[in-house]
Every structure is written in C-alpha cells, then in structure tokens.
C-alpha cells in the first residue's frame, strides 16, 4: 500500500510540478503520459506478491486481515499488505530443571518439532501474531515437560519409560497447540540428568532384576527338563508293558524255533541239541570262544 502511495505522489508531482520545467512546457502531455505510466508501473508492482516455497502470505487491508495465498505469484489488491509465515517444521529446545514425583529435581533436555497448519495462518496472526512461537508454542511446551514430569518417578526417566513420557508430552502439546492452528510433529527426550546416588541406586535394581528374570529362566528351564524326563520315562514304561503283555508262551516257543533252525543252518558253529522241558531244544556251543571246536 505504501508502494501505491509512492506511485501516486510521483504522478502528482509530474503533472503539478512538470510544468514549470522547461522541457516539458514545449510538450506539456508528456508530464501526463509519464505520470499514468508511473502510476500504472506502481500498481502492478503493488499487485504481483510472491510468496516463497515452504510459506503462506497473510493479506492485510485497511488492518483487518482478510485471507492467505499459497507459495507462488499472485495477483492481489494492490492496497493489501502481505506477511509471510512459514509452514515448514521448526524445531524448539527446552532445557528444563522439573521435579520428579518423589520431589528429586530432573534436568532435561527436550525438544519439540511442530508447524504451522497452512489453513490457520489467518487466524494465528489475527489471534497471536507472526511471534507465536515465543507466545504460545514455548510456554505451552514448559508446561507440559513440569506437568508430566511431576506425575512420574525418576527411575521412569531413565529406563524404557521414557518413550511413555514422551508421548504424554505430546498429547498434552498436541491438545493445547492443535486447537490453535499448530500441528505437534514429534517430542523427542534428549537427555535426563539425575542425582548421582539416584542413578546408582536405579542400576543396581535394573542389575537385580535381571539376575531375578536369569534365575526365574533357569527355573523354568530345569521344569521343563524334568517335565521332558518324565514324559520319556512314562514312555519307556508304556512300551515295556505293552510288550510284556504281547510276549505269550506260543510267540517265545515260535521264537525258539526260528533262533535254533538258524544256528542249526549256520556254517559257523558247531552245535549240540538236546531237548527242553517244554520240547524245546537246548543249544549248546562247543567250540570255544576265539579258538577252534574241542574234541
């Protein structure tokens, strides 16, 4: 708007003050031409707006805020202001001293990544201003780290908890900056300093409690090995009894009978049969053993 203003004092002062220059009192519509070309070359300077890549231009008129236009070149009211306002993610880093649940004071270190939603740019500078990062996004982010930390103890900052705080930070954040046009991408937890005594009384319990899960394996190993010890000896018995209860007297005679027909038809032994008490033959080796048949 400024711009146009220019434009239209310049044009003014050709067409009043033109006059009294000598040359142009032998051509006095030249002073007129030139003043509409001044004119005309400010508006559409005043028109064309360019809004980088990675932001949204905010339309101002008259100091009332009437809209936003995309990254790229466009035309507009050559009377309208434009402020520009990133859209890309910003990241915001907090050192914070929050006390724990037990009252031991923490110090973290914790950053936030967040942007702007493109649609709400109007509002948030209508609402907070181009500043809103220091208004809004970094009370709001102190808050949350001191609300959360004090609901936690301060082993939980430090073991595999940490992952669960960082994702009650961001529901927090998210509820509180979502509602006003600022998107929470992530929180990420940095770093967490703890008293000295604290840390080593946290790991000699993180140390005892793994020795407790080794011992609670070795137990339920030794379970299952004596569980796989006596499902095999249920077995062996199983098949013993059932054999005992298959090995009849006709089966062990028919066994009898096949054993002497094959060491009655062995070329490799020397056999006397005399007869059993229940028919049966007896089988007797006489030769001995690693040498030749007696005599």
């Known amino acids: 708007m400024s711009l146009v ?8 002062g050709l067409v009043v003050l033109g006059k009294n220059v000598p040359q142009f009192q032998k051509f006095p519509q030249i002073r007129f031409v030139l003043a509409v070309l ?7 300077v005043s028109t064309a707006k360019v809004v980088p890549p990675g932001h949204v231009g905010v339309l101002i008129l008259l100091g009332k805020v009437y809209g936003t236009i995309p990254e790229g070149v466009h035309l507009v009211n050559p009377l309208a202001n434009m ?7 910003k990241e915001v880093f907090e050192h914070a001293e929050a006390p724990s649940k037990e009252g031991l004071n923490v110090a973290l270190e914790v950053s936030c990544l ?3 939603k493109s649609s709400e740019a109007a509002n948030v ?14 009370p709001q982010f102190r808050s949350a780290i001191r609300g959360i930390t004090v609901s936690h103890e301060a082993k939980d900052l430090y073991t595999s908890s940490r992952e ?11 509820a509180n900056l979502g509602k006003r046009g600022i998107v929470v991408e992530t929180i990420l937890l940095r770093k967490v300093d703890l008293p000295k005594l604290v840390v080593e009384a946290i790991n000699a319990k993180l140390a005892a409690d793994q020795q407790a899960q080794q011992m609670r394996f070795v137990l339920d ?3 299952q090995e004596a569980e796989r010890k006596r499902i095999e000896a249920q077995g062996i018995q ?6 005992s209860q298959g090995l009849t007297d006709q089966l062990l005679r028919w066994k009898g009978i096949e054993t002497t027909r094959a060491l009655a038809e062995s070329q490799n032994s020397k056999t006397i049969i005399i007869g059993g008490r229940d028919g049966l033959p007896l089988i007797l080796n006489t030769a001995p053993a690693g040498g030749s048949p007696g005599k």
Not at 38 to 44: D, K, N
């Open 221 to 223: 190993k030794e379970r």
């Open 164 to 174: 669960l705080i960082s994702n009650e930070i961001f529901q927090d954040l998210e």
């Open 114 to 116: 967040y942007h702007l």
């Open 125 to 138: 500078y209508r609402q907070v201003g181009p500043n809103y990062e220091e208004v809004v996004v970094k």
């Open 5 to 12: 203003l220019l434009g239209v004092l310049i044009a003014l």
């Open 83 to 89: 402020e520009l306002m990133s859209v890309r993610t």
């Open 38 to 44: 001044v004119l005309a070359l400010t508006v559409a």
């Open 238 to 243: 199983d098949f013993q009894r059932i054999i």
